[in-house]
């Protein structure tokens, strides 16, 4: 039996990605995709890599009394309106993409979706609240080391991230005229991500409370985030590496290579590859994930297989391009 699935929020880059992964996942159907400004038209309008795929209809209505599973890909502030503007049935799993209950002091039940430190919450929860594409990069690339409280110094990062970053809605700044040969720095140890980071690493550092210099830039790019990283460490290189692939034996996902990774080697996957690098007393740790993927609609759907009880591969075993 299929697990019924809607969307609310379906125009989006993330909305896109999350159907081209559910109408290939072999134990889903959509019932509904909505979107407000595109009722009526058909999913391939808005969508075109679909086409050949889906015949589906944007629709202006919904049945939440219908659905096993709700994912909200709605603009950020817009999931905890619909929440609050309608009754939800009991049994219904909702997978949130947006910031709106990333936060424990705003989270109202939801668990913070990162499968790598909160797999059996999120087996065990019917609200999932799903992590911040540079979030995702970041925290893979520390938690390793916040797990055996090695985080005592600052910590400095540099991620440089592609368009579809800032949405479907064009700007000044995603305008292909003015990202085209062109590298921004924006939001400079300001960005929203930094406080879900610093929750998780004080989830497995208690005592954790150093400074996380994030400079965020805007990359000539579509798709992808790649995140370097560095704080000192009195860990030899071996020790690191050992730490990490150690963490990371049970995850399906994340991976860690000797090898200078690019950011071509992630794009179209769900994966993170972590590369490690010791420079006198600094560790340097390179993290990369596609965005859409492992930043949003991909790890939306390793969850959901969490959360049915699925191989939280189903679905997800996608192939990079080989050029």
């Not at 911040?132 to 910590?155: E, M, R, S, V, W």
Request: proline residues 3%.
């Amino acid at each position: 039996m299929k697990i019924k699935t809607g969307i609310i929020g379906g125009a989006g880059y993330t909305a896109g990605e999350l159907i081209r992964l559910l109408i290939n996942h072999p134990f889903v159907e959509i019932l509904f995709v909505h979107s407000t400004s595109n009722a009526g038209n058909k999913l391939t309008d808005v969508h075109e890599g679909l086409i050949g795929e889906t015949d589906l209809i944007f629709a202006d209505t919904y049945d939440l009394n219908q659905i096993d599973a709700l994912f909200l890909c709605s603009a950020h502030g817009d999931s905890k309106k619909f929440l609050d503007s309608n009754t939800i049935p009991e049994k219904l799993k909702i997978i949130d993409l947006s910031t709106d209950y990333r936060h424990k002091e705003t989270a109202g039940g939801f668990v913070y979706g990162l499968p790598e430190i909160n797999k059996s919450n999120i087996r065990n929860t019917k609200k999932i609240a799903n992590p911040g594409c540079f979030a995702t990069a970041i925290q893979l690339g520390l938690l390793p080391l916040a797990h055996k409280g090695l985080l005592t110094n600052d910590i400095h990062v540099n991620a440089i991230t592609g368009s579809t970053g800032a949405g479907v809605k064009p700007s000044t700044t995603s305008h292909f005229s003015w990202r085209d040969n062109n590298i921004s720095v924006y939001k400079a140890f300001e960005h929203q991500h930094l406080k879900e980071i610093k929750e998780s690493l004080i989830q497995l550092q208690k005592d954790f409370d150093k400074e996380i210099n994030f400079i965020p830039v805007r990359g000539n790019f579509s798709r992808g985030i790649f995140a370097s990283m560095y704080t000192e460490s009195v860990l030899s290189l071996e020790e690191a590496v050992e730490l990490y692939e150690d963490f990371y034996k049970d995850a399906a996902f994340t991976f860690v290579t000797n090898k200078n990774p690019d950011l071509k080697q992630v794009v179209n996957t769900n994966k993170c590859i972590i590369h490690l690098e010791k420079h006198g007393n600094k560790l340097f740790i390179i993290s990369i994930i596609d965005n859409l993927l492992k930043g949003a609609s991909g790890q939306a759907l390793q969850n959901f297989n969490l959360m049915f009880g699925l191989d939280e591969k189903t679905g997800l075993k996608l192939k990079p391009s080989a050029f």
